[in-house]
Every structure is written in structure tokens, then in C-alpha cells.
């Protein structure tokens, strides 16, 4: 049967970037965006004092459409959200957008090849809840991201402690750092975010202590105060220093006879890392060798957090967390009692998928809750359904718009894909490598960090259109340059010549149902 008109879950980068892509190829989208601006976690309600990104500005965009040079070398995360509507807007995507809009329900007759997708838009000024939308489509792409609910967790006395007047929230609920001003702040977690927002507000806060469960390493920005860190970890050198769950080529010799090699490599950085950041003298060396970084995120360092630390300025906790919060106190799980009046949460996220009923959950995840994803974009067991997005990693971005040509090439019937059961057990491997390499901690098997380029190239291959030898020798020695791959684009469109772009959206129906 076939496919014309597409439903996309979310406008961040996997959504923006799935719509383009699309509509290049002759289909017709509408996309759903709960929030009121563009953008995913870069929107404005999720944005907290502090926030940048953790790739330097040249190499966080896309292909075709590089961040304006203007932008400093870490862009923040209102840059980042202006970027994504000018993509936006370049593109001509902004009439297929339904912002302020929230998916309630989404199901599928697979008889008919038809998803009923029921939305809603938010009430503006005083008016009352708004109807509900019904959309029909042939096919849906989920593009709500990994880091759709905050999780934020549930804390004995928490109801006394707000009743009280203090706050518990997550890091991408706290958006204005003028409420930590003469407050006692604690903030859990040691992430990027967690990080981020208790060097925001260290200043003007009465207090400010990180409670850090588990020390990990943060790399910093620029090696000995000189070299920027995408030189060494940004390019196809430094993701074969980890070992991916099939090596190749240069790979297998550093991962065999030339182990000695790579070990020495990642003790000099662990060496410069712990000489420049003085985690001895401060007393936050993690303890695990840097290699661990691998295991799920890779932290970049908070400028000027670790001076604030050395100087006083705001605390550490190590290995303590929260036992119970009472009324303008935090009591911790070494027995101490803190002055507390506000708690920031910077501890991960729920993957959600809440307009699908349990029958399309048990078609697209395992007993665990992971996520059974050929090549991170199709569940084997559900048609007409695709997720783009759920492969966090350095190149985020890339990876959602590479993403989104290996899908529409799919839909034009381009991909030659193995049998299901060759899929069921190529994504039986990868979880339980998945598994093994980072003690359970890869989001539902929706985190690839640090194999990036290792997820690109798979999907090329696929298509038929891998990299040129000079340009991928180019990425051994430097960073990976988004620009390489806008010809992946031309290529395709070439194959598919056929291809137009689509002109119209569909239009929804008022009520609960829609003829």
C-alpha cells in the first residue's frame, strides 16, 4: 500500500531534520510539537541557567545548514533553539508544525495501513481545554527523543518539605537562576546539568552542594588549557580507542597486538585530565580508569566549576544522596542534616512513549523496557512505524538526520533489509553488548555514545552510499565535520529522480473521530 503522508512525534532535531528529509523526498508531513517553540530539550521551558552544548559550534549542526559563525565555540541553549527555528524556517517546515500541540493517543489498523493519531492543542489566556484533533496517516515516525519525562525521584518528607515553601524539581524544570538567590541549594547528581546549574548559581545562593552519588570523569574543554577536545575525541580516532561490538580495519589492531597502544593513549588523557583539573588535590578523582567514560555519557567540564569547588565557593558530597527531606532540611544518607530549600534533580529521564497503548509497547520493547530498534529506527514486530532520534551520541544530530535518508529511502523501497529474524538477532547482540559494556546503563538501549560515527557509517552502508576513502581518512586525524555528509542527500534524491516535494499537509477534523 502506499505511503504519502507522515506523522512526526516532536520537533527537535530528530523531528525537524525527519520532516525535511521527508518532504524532500514527495511526502507529505505534519509534525507535533507539545512545546510552544521548536527545539526538544533546546526549547525554552527546559532550558536551565548554564546550559551549552557539549560539542564546539562546527560540529553540532546539520549538513546542509552549519550554525552561524557568529555563535561562540560552545553555543547556548537559546542559540541552539534559534538555530533549529532558522532550520526551520530555510526549509519551509513551519506551516507542517502543530506546536503547543500534545499527542494523546496514536493506534494502528493494520488492516487499513492507517495510524489515528487524536492531538491536542494547549488553551491560551482564559479560554477552556481546547478540543481534540483527529490526524490520519500512513505512516508514523516517533521523534519525541530519549529525554521526553524527567525522572525525578520520590523522596521520603518531600510533601512537608514544599508545604514548607521549598522546591524539588529537575534540572530542566529549574529555568531561572534569580530563585536560587540567598537560598540553600542542593543539587543531586554529577552530570553535565547537575554541574551546570550549581556553577550557575553558586555566586548568589546562601549554599550550593552537589550531592554526587558516583564520581565520573569530565573531559575538558581544551587539553592543558590549549588543545579544544574534538581533536582527540570528536573523530574516528577517538571513538576506536572503545571497543565496538564488531571491530574493523585499524580497529582490531588497536583492540589486539596494538592494545599496548591504545592503553598508553587514554593514560596520557587521563593523566593531563587529572593533572589539570587537580581531582587529587580537590578530592574528586573518580577512581576508575578514564575508559569508563564509555560506559554511558560523556560529561564535558562546567567552566569554573572546579575553581568554585577549590576556592570554597560551592561543595561536594561524594557517595551520599538524600534519605529524607523535612522542612527547610535535607537529612543525607551519611547521617548528616543540611540546610535545604531547594532541590534540583539532575537525574536522567523516563523514556516515554505515552500515547501508544500496551499492545504497540510490547511490539516495540523487551520485558526490560529497552527498545528493540533495527539500526536504532525500526521495530521489526510493528510496520508503518518508525523512531528516529533514540541513538543519543556525540553527533546527535547526524545520527537523526542520517537517520532520516536511510528511512526515506526505506519508504521508497530502496533498502534491501534483512529477514526479521536476522534483525531480532542482530538487536539481540547489540543489547546484550549494550548491557555488558555499560553495567545497564544505555537509556533503554537508546544510547550509543561513544560510537557516533560507527552508527553513520552502518546506516551508508546500508544505503550504498558510504563515505569516500579521503573523507573518512580526514576524520581519523581531525574532527568530524557535519558538511561532509550533505552529499549523502544529493546522492539519494539522485537515486529516487521521481521524488517531489510535497505541497500539502493533512488537515485534521474537530471531535473524537474523524471521517
Same mark, same amino acid.
Not at 525521584?153 to 518531600?158: F, L, T
Not at 530502496?414 to 529474524?421: A, E, I, S, T, Y
Given at each position: 500500500?502506499?505511503?504519502?503522508?507522515?506523522?512526526?512525534?516532536?520537533?527537535? +532535531?530528530a523531528?525537524?531534520?525527519?520532516?525535511?528529509?521527508?518532504?524532500? +523526498?514527495?511526502?507529505?508531513?505534519?509534525?507535533?510539537?507539545?512545546?510552544?517553540?521548536?527545539?526538544?530539550?533546546?526549547?525554552a521551558?527546559?532550558?536551565?541557567?548554564?546550559?551549552?552544548?557539549?560539542?564546539?559550534?562546527?560540529?553540532?549542526?546539520? @549538513?546542509? +545548514?552549519?550554525?552561524?559563525?557568529?555563535?561562540?565555540?560552545?553555543?547556548?541553549?537559546?542559540?541552539?533553539?534559534?538555530?533549529?527555528?532558522?532550520?526551520?524556517e530555510?526549509?519551509?517546515?513551519?506551516?507542517y508544525?502543530?506546536?503547543?500541540?500534545?499527542?494523546?493517543?496514536a493506534?494502528?489498523?493494520?488492516?487499513?495501513?492507517v495510524?489515528?493519531?487524536?492531538?491536542?492543542?494547549?488553551a491560551?489566556?482564559?479560554?477552556?481545554?481546547?478540543?481534540?484533533?483527529?490526524y490520519?496517516?500512513?505512516?508514523?515516525?516517533?521523534?519525541?527523543?530519549?529525554?521526553?519525562?524527567?525522572?525525578?525521584?520520590?523522596?521520603?518528607?518531600?510533601?512537608?518539605f514544599v508545604?514548607?515553601g521549598?522546591?524539588?524539581?529537575?534540572?530542566?524544570?529549574?529555568?531561572?537562576?534569580?530563585e536560587a538567590?540567598?537560598?540553600?541549594v542542593?543539587?543531586?547528581?554529577? $552530570?553535565?546539568?547537575?554541574?551546570?546549574?550549581?556553577?550557575?548559581i553558586?555566586?548568589?545562593s546562601?549554599?550550593?552542594?552537589?550531592?554526587?552519588?558516583?564520581?565520573?570523569?569530565?573531559i575538558?574543554?581544551?587539553?592543558?588549557?590549549?588543545?579544544?577536545?574534538?581533536?582527540?575525541l570528536?573523530?574516528r580516532?577517538?571513538?576506536?580507542?572503545?571497543k565496538?561490538?564488531e571491530?574493523?580495519?585499524?580497529? !582490531?589492531?588497536?583492540?589486539?597486538?596494538?592494545?599496548?597502544? &591504545?592503553? @598508553?593513549?587514554l593514560?596520557?588523557?587521563?593523566?593531563?585530565?587529572?593533572?589539570?583539573?587537580?581531582l587529587?588535590?580537590i578530592?574528586?578523582?573518580?577512581?576508575?580508569?578514564?575508559?569508563?567514560?564509555?560506559?554511558?555519557?560523556?560529561?564535558?567540564?562546567? =567552566?569554573? +566549576?572546579?575553581?568554585k569547588?577549590?576556592?570554597?565557593?560551592?561543595?561536594?558530597?561524594?557517595?551520599? @544522596?538524600?534519605?529524607?527531606?523535612?522542612?527547610?532540611?535535607?537529612?543525607?544518607?551519611?547521617?548528616?542534616?543540611?540546610p535545604?530549600?531547594?532541590?534540583?534533580?539532575?537525574?536522567?529521564?523516563?523514556?516515554?512513549?505515552?500515547?501508544?497503548?500496551?499492545?504497540?509497547l510490547?511490539?516495540?520493547? =523487551?520485558? &526490560?523496557?529497552?527498545?528493540?530498534?533495527? &539500526?536504532?529506527?525500526?521495530?521489526?514486530?510493528?510496520?508503518?512505524l518508525?523512531f528516529?532520534g533514540?541513538?543519543?551520541?556525540?553527533?546527535?544530530?547526524?545520527?537523526?538526520?542520517?537517520?532520516?535518508?536511510?528511512?526515506?529511502?526505506?519508504?521508497r523501497?530502496?533498502?534491501?533489509?534483512?529477514?526479521?529474524d536476522?534483525?531480532?538477532?542482530?538487536?539481540?547482540r547489540r543489547?546484550?553488548?549494550?548491557?555488558?559494556?555499560?553495567?545497564?546503563?544505555?537509556? !533503554?538501549?537508546?544510547?550509543?555514545?561513544p560510537?557516533?560515527?560507527?552508527?553513520?557509517?552502518e546506516?551508508l552502508?546500508?544505503?550504498?552510499?558510504?563515505?569516500?576513502?579521503?573523507?573518512?581518512?580526514?576524520?581519523?586525524?581531525g574532527?568530524?565535520?557535519?558538511? =561532509?555528509?550533505?552529499?549523502?542527500?544529493?546522492?539519494?534524491?539522485?537515486?529516487h529522480?521521481?521524488?517531489?516535494?510535497?505541497?500539502?499537509?493533512?488537515?485534521?477534523?474537530? $471531535?473524537?473521530?474523524? @471521517?
Amino acid at each position: 500500500m502506499t505511503i504519502r503522508s507522515v506523522g512526526i512525534i516532536g520537533a527537535g +532535531f530528530a523531528g525537524l531534520s525527519t520532516a525535511k528529509v521527508l518532504r524532500a +523526498f514527495g511526502f507529505e508531513v505534519t509534525v507535533f510539537e507539545k512545546e510552544p517553540d521548536v527545539g526538544g530539550v533546546w526549547a525554552a521551558s527546559r532550558r536551565y541557567p548554564g546550559l551549552t552544548t557539549q560539542n564546539p559550534r562546527t560540529t553540532y549542526a546539520l @549538513s546542509d +545548514f552549519p550554525m552561524p559563525a557568529s555563535y561562540p565555540e560552545w553555543p547556548s541553549g537559546q542559540q541552539v533553539q534559534a538555530y533549529l527555528q532558522s532550520y526551520a524556517e530555510h526549509f519551509g517546515l513551519v506551516p507542517y508544525l502543530r506546536m503547543s500541540t500534545t499527542v494523546e493517543s496514536a493506534v494502528l489498523d493494520e488492516e487499513a495501513g492507517v495510524w489515528t493519531v487524536k492531538a491536542r492543542r494547549a488553551a491560551t489566556g482564559q479560554g477552556g481545554a481546547l478540543p481534540a484533533e483527529v490526524y490520519r496517516f500512513d505512516y508514523l515516525v516517533v521523534c519525541n527523543g530519549i529525554f521526553s519525562e524527567p525522572a525525578v525521584p520520590q523522596y521520603p518528607g518531600a510533601d512537608a518539605f514544599v508545604a514548607a515553601g521549598g522546591r524539588v524539581c529537575h534540572t530542566s524544570q529549574f529555568n531561572d537562576a534569580n530563585e536560587a538567590r540567598g537560598k540553600h541549594v542542593l543539587v543531586v547528581g554529577y $552530570g553535565k546539568s547537575s554541574c551546570d546549574v550549581a556553577n550557575a548559581i553558586a555566586a548568589d545562593s546562601a549554599s550550593t552542594t552537589v550531592l554526587a552519588r558516583h564520581l565520573i570523569w569530565k573531559i575538558p574543554k581544551k587539553f592543558m588549557n590549549v588543545l579544544n577536545f574534538k581533536f582527540l575525541l570528536l573523530t574516528r580516532m577517538g571513538e576506536a580507542l572503545f571497543k565496538y561490538i564488531e571491530p574493523k580495519g585499524f580497529e !582490531k589492531f588497536l583492540h589486539g597486538p596494538g592494545l599496548p597502544v &591504545r592503553n @598508553s593513549m587514554l593514560g596520557s588523557v587521563e593523566s593531563v585530565v587529572t593533572r589539570q583539573l587537580k581531582l587529587r588535590e580537590i578530592g574528586l578523582h573518580p577512581g576508575t580508569p578514564l575508559e569508563t567514560i564509555a560506559r554511558s555519557t560523556v560529561s564535558l567540564v562546567t =567552566d569554573g +566549576f572546579y575553581e568554585k569547588v577549590a576556592a570554597g565557593e560551592l561543595g561536594v558530597r561524594k557517595g551520599v @544522596s538524600i534519605q529524607t527531606l523535612k522542612p527547610g532540611q535535607a537529612v543525607l544518607s551519611n547521617g548528616e542534616t543540611v540546610p535545604a530549600d531547594i532541590v534540583v534533580c539532575g537525574t536522567g529521564w523516563h523514556q516515554q512513549v505515552p500515547f501508544f497503548d500496551s499492545s504497540v509497547l510490547q511490539r516495540v520493547t =523487551d520485558a &526490560r523496557g529497552n527498545f528493540r530498534l533495527y &539500526r536504532s529506527i525500526l521495530p521489526v514486530a510493528m510496520p508503518r512505524l518508525a523512531f528516529n532520534g533514540y541513538n543519543s551520541s556525540f553527533f546527535s544530530q547526524l545520527n537523526c538526520e542520517i537517520g532520516a535518508l536511510w528511512l526515506a529511502n526505506h519508504l521508497r523501497g530502496g533498502l534491501q533489509l534483512p529477514r526479521p529474524d536476522q534483525m531480532n538477532a542482530q538487536i539481540d547482540r547489540r543489547l546484550a553488548w549494550m548491557e555488558e559494556r555499560t553495567d545497564g546503563k544505555h537509556s !533503554k538501549g537508546t544510547n550509543i555514545i561513544p560510537f557516533s560515527v560507527h552508527n553513520i557509517d552502518e546506516l551508508l552502508q546500508d544505503m550504498g552510499l558510504p563515505l569516500g576513502v579521503l573523507t573518512r581518512f580526514k576524520q581519523w586525524l581531525g574532527p568530524v565535520d557535519p558538511s =561532509d555528509y550533505a552529499v549523502v542527500t544529493r546522492q539519494l534524491l539522485a537515486r529516487h529522480e521521481n521524488a517531489t516535494v510535497a505541497v500539502a499537509a493533512p488537515q485534521a477534523t474537530s $471531535g473524537a473521530a474523524a @471521517s
